[in-house]
């Protein structure tokens, strides 16, 4: 045990015993890294696997950065780029962060091969509808600073937790609560009326 | 508790819950992984790959030529240093020979002024052994013994050696001596060149005038 745990069990028992309640089991980060290994091996059934485990991330991740319609392709551009570089990755049980970084810089190749463009809203043709509810709402949220954006779409549009989002993104427990916090704050203050 | 729903879902929050509703719509729906290459270029790949086999020859070739080279280098090197070794040793044997030469030709020169001083002085006369009738008469005995006897070779070298033909010659000077016999002369030659000249002055012989040197 670290100098840091052994301090913090012994002051703070009860803030211990809930951040071992909440941080992932240490034997998860085992089983990715045999997901990974299992895929370089090239199983087809462990690459829909590690897919379906990763792709909320990545979808969040891009969907806070570039437009809805272009959120797809670049999500399958991500595995494959990813699917290909596999054997490099050194630390096999940090995948999801490794995966997340190239999202993100995946995201900024996009603004430098395209101009940027402006998306036209749904309240054209679809006045009052729920949509566009959900429109306006996620077009607040990317209004946001970029920390907060990423954490607000991964929690609340892709349904993932705090605890998730901080193991796939590589943030600190901390730091992913601050952003939540800040960001729902913001987010609040920026719809207002509407929320309420 | 707001917070807690908001960081793992425990609890209730309306409004978070209407939010996430409201956004479910973005969720990613297709969940099909792309279509991927069938295989993988996996380390196991790597080893069996041909190129790989073609690469490690050419690497071990590349050691093997640079270790030639290096090997090459460095005996040519060292060859180098070994010939002008042998140069500075050839040198060092050299410079007493053309000291010996010095000497040899000082010693024709020795030998020159030997010559000039054997036409000046006397010529050593060759002492030759002259036998008498007598003693011819001995020896002639002497030999026919010796022709009888088993061991005549023995007393003819005995025979020989009585024989009285001895040379007596001038002992040769050393190298180091005729230098210095060299060296003495011309020291002479100077002194007498130098008297010469004092005595010319002394007896008024002197090319210069006269009134210049009462000045």
């Known amino acids: ?123 054209l043709s679809h006045n009052g509808n729920a949509k566009n509810e959900a429109n306006e709402i996620l077009d607040t949220i990317k209004e946001l600073p970029e920390a907060y954006r990423e954490t607000l779409i991964l929690r609340l549009v892709e349904g993932m937790t705090g605890p998730e989002i901080a193991e796939q993104t590589g943030l600190k427990h901390e730091s992913v609560r601050v952003n939540l916090h800040r960001g729902m704050k913001m987010l609040r203050k920026k719809l207002g009326i509407e929320v309420h | 508790m707001k917070e807690d729903y908001l960081w793992d879902k425990s609890g209730n929050d309306p409004e978070i819950e209407k939010l996430e509703n409201a956004l479910k719509a973005f969720r990613q729906k297709d969940t099909t992984p792309p279509v991927v290459p069938a295989k993988t270029s996996t380390i196991e790949e790597k080893r069996n790959n041909p190129w790989g086999f073609f690469r490690l020859g050419f690497a071990s070739f590349a050691c093997f030529a640079l270790a030639i080279i290096s090997l090459g280098v460095f005996q040519f090197t060292q060859n180098e240093t070994q010939s002008i070794a042998k140069i500075d040793l050839k040198k060092s044997v050299i410079e007493p020979v053309t000291k010996k030469n010095d000497y040899i030709k000082q010693d024709t020169i020795s030998k020159e002024i030997f010559t000039e001083e054997k036409q000046n002085k006397p010529t050593v006369v060759k002492a030759t052994f002259k036998p008498t009738k007598k003693k011819k008469r001995k020896i002639i005995n002497r030999k026919k013994v010796a022709k009888k006897s088993t061991h005549k070779t023995a007393i003819r070298k005995k025979v020989k050696t009585n024989l009285p033909e001895q040379k007596v010659e001038i002992s040769e000077l050393t190298a180091e001596e005729k230098y210095a016999y060299n060296q003495l002369m011309k020291a002479l030659a100077i002194t007498s060149s130098k008297l010469k000249i004092v005595k010319d002055k002394v007896q008024g012989l002197d090319n210069k005038p006269v009134g210049k040197s009462l000045r």
Not at chain 1, 37 to 56: I, Q
Not at chain 1, 71 to 98: C, G, H, M
């Open chain 1, 1 to 123: 045990m670290s100098e840091s745990g052994i301090i913090q069990n012994i002051f703070f028992p009860a803030r211990r015993k809930k951040q071992l309640a909440s941080s992932p089991a240490k034997e998860k980060p085992k089983e990715e890294a045999m997901l990974v290994e299992r895929v370089c091996a090239g199983d087809r059934s462990a690459f829909e696997e590690f897919y379906k485990k990763l792709s909320p991330m990545v979808h969040g991740i891009i969907l806070a950065r570039v437009p809805r319609d272009e959120v797809d392709d670049i999500v399958q551009e991500v595995f494959i780029t990813a699917y290909e570089k596999l054997n490099t990755l050194r630390d096999k049980n940090a995948v999801s962060p490794w995966i997340a970084r190239i999202a993100r810089n995946r995201a900024v190749e996009f603004y430098r091969r395209n101009k940027p463009t402006v998306e036209l809203s749904e309240n």
